[in-house]
C-alpha cells in the first residue's frame, strides 16, 4: 500500500511533483511514480533512474496500484477510475489554460498556488470551493531554499560570465519562434543567450518548423538550444537575466521571481485560429490579461530588441513594484514551503479518513 502514487505524463511534470516526493521521502511516506507510455517513455524512465525513483511504465498500471492518494498533473478523467483519493496539481502558474479547471468537477483535492487561481475556481465551482486547497507553488521550492547549484549551471552551459544572459522560453503554440528574426543569436551576440523550447516543439511531427529554426540557432557560438533532457526551467531561471517568451505560463513564474520579462505579442497562429478566433480564448485564460502588467509587451521583433537594450542596458526596469506586488496572487506564499504545506494536508486528510 502506497501513501501517494505520482501520474506523470510529460517530463515538465517533474519540477512540481520532486519537492513533494522529496518532503514525502523525509516522513518516511512511502510513494511511487507511474509513467505515461504515449510520450517519450524512455525519456521519463531516464528521470526516474538519475532520482532513484520507484516507477512503473504504463498508465495500465494506476488501476491496478493500492494507494491513499493519487496525484495527477492532468487526464484528470482518470481520477473517476481510480481507488483512492484523487490530487490535482496543475503544471503550472495560475494563468495557465483555463481546460484545466474542469478537473474541480472529478477529483477529490484541487492544489491551487495563489488567491487568484482560489478565487477564480471558487466562483467558477461554488458548490465545490471545499474541494480547494491554496498551497503555494511546490516548483519554487528549490530555488527559494537555495537548493540552485548557480554556479554548476553557468559552466554547465559554457555561459560568458562578462556578458548577460538571456533565456527564451517559447510555448509550441501560439509561438513566437517562426516569428523571430533568422538572426536572432547574432543580433544580440553581446549576450548569452539559452533557448528552451516547450517539450511539444522538440518532440512533435508537427513542430519540424520550429526545429529546423532552433537548429540553425544552436550553430551561433552565443546560443544554446536546450533538448529534451532538460525540462526543468529553475536552474535557467537561477542564472538569466531576463526572460523572452509569448504565451507560455513560465513567463509569470520568471516574473514573480522580481525578474523582467518580454512577452512577444507576435506569434504565428494556425490558419483556423484566424477563421475562428474563439479558439485562441479557449486556450489562453482570459484572466491573464490582467498580470500582463508585470510584463514588458512587444508587438514585433524590433519593439522587443529595443526593450531587451532598455532593460539590460539602459537600467529601465520599472516593473519591479507591479511584479512584487501580484506574487502572492498567483503563487501564494514564496517562503519555500508549499511541498511542507502540500504533505501536511495528505497528511491531515488521511488521518481523517482512518478516523472516519
Known amino acids: 500500500m502506497y501513501f501517494a502514487i505520482f501520474y506523470v505524463e510529460h517530463s515538465y511534470y517533474f519540477p512540481h511533483f520532486l519537492p ?18 504515449k510520450h ?41 477510475k481510480l481507488n483512492g483519493k484523487t490530487v490535482f496539481l496543475e503544471h503550472g502558474i495560475g494563468t495557465k ?10 477529483v477529490d483535492i484541487y492544489l491551487v498556488e495563489g488567491s487568484y487561481k482560489y478565487n477564480r475556481l471558487a466562483n467558477l465551482y461554488p458548490k465545490l470551493k471545499h474541494k480547494l486547497y491554496q498551497v503555494g507553488y511546490s516548483k519554487f521550492d528549490p530555488i ?69 529554426i532552433l537548429s540553425y540557432w544552436s550553430g551561433f557560438e552565443n ?9 526543468d526551467l529553475t536552474p ?13 505560463s513560465a513567463m509569470f513564474e520568471f516574473a514573480v521571481l522580481d525578474k523582467p520579462v518580454i512577452s512577444n ?26 498580470y500582463r502588467e508585470m510584463l514588458y509587451n512587444a508587438s514585433n521583433y524590433k519593439e522587443m530588441s529595443r526593450l531587451v537594450v532598455d532593460l539590460l542596458e539602459n537600467g529601465l526596469d520599472e516593473k519591479s513594484d507591479i511584479r512584487k506586488r501580484y506574487a502572492k496572487e498567483l503563487c501564494g506564499e514564496l517562503d519555500g514551503k508549499a511541498s511542507k504545506r502540500i504533505v501536511d494536508l495528505l497528511e ?9
Open 265 to 290: 505579442r507576435f506569434y504565428k497562429l494556425r490558419f483556423s485560429y484566424y477563421l475562428m478566433p474563439w479558439k485562441l480564448s479557449r486556450r489562453i485564460d482570459e484572466g491573464k490579461d490582467r
Open 236 to 248: 535557467l531561471f537561477a542564472v538569466s537575466d531576463l526572460m523572452i517568451s509569448d504565451e507560455s
Open 97 to 106: 489554460s483555463k481546460e484545466f479547471y474542469y478537473a474541480l468537477e472529478h
Open 20 to 37: 513533494i516526493y522529496m518532503e514525502l521521502n523525509k516522513r518516511a511516506l512511502k510513494c511511487a511514480f507511474v509513467l505515461s507510455d
Open 223 to 231: 546560443c544554446i538550444v536546450l533538448g529534451l533532457d532538460e525540462y
Open 144 to 212: 527559494l531554499n537555495g537548493l540552485i547549484a548557480r554556479d554548476e549551471i553557468i559552466k554547465r552551459y559554457h555561459l560568458d560570465l562578462s556578458k548577460k544572459t538571456i533565456l527564451y522560453a517559447p510555448t509550441f503554440f501560439p509561438s513566437s519562434i517562426e516569428r523571430m528574426s533568422k538572426g536572432f543569436p547574432k543580433d544580440f551576440e553581446n549576450y548569452n543567450i539559452l533557448i528552451k523550447p516547450h517539450y511539444f516543439t522538440l518532440d512533435y511531427k508537427r513542430y519540424a518548423k520550429q526545429r529546423k
Open 348 to 356: 491531515s486528510v488521511a488521518k481523517h479518513q482512518d478516523r472516519a
Open 40 to 80: 517519450n517513455i524512455k525519456l521519463l524512465e531516464t528521470i526516474c533512474k538519475k532520482y532513484n525513483l520507484e516507477f512503473f511504465s504504463g498508465v495500465e498500471h494506476i488501476y491496478n496500484i493500492k494507494s491513499t492518494f493519487f496525484i495527477l498533473s492532468n487526464s484528470y478523467e482518470i481520477a473517476m
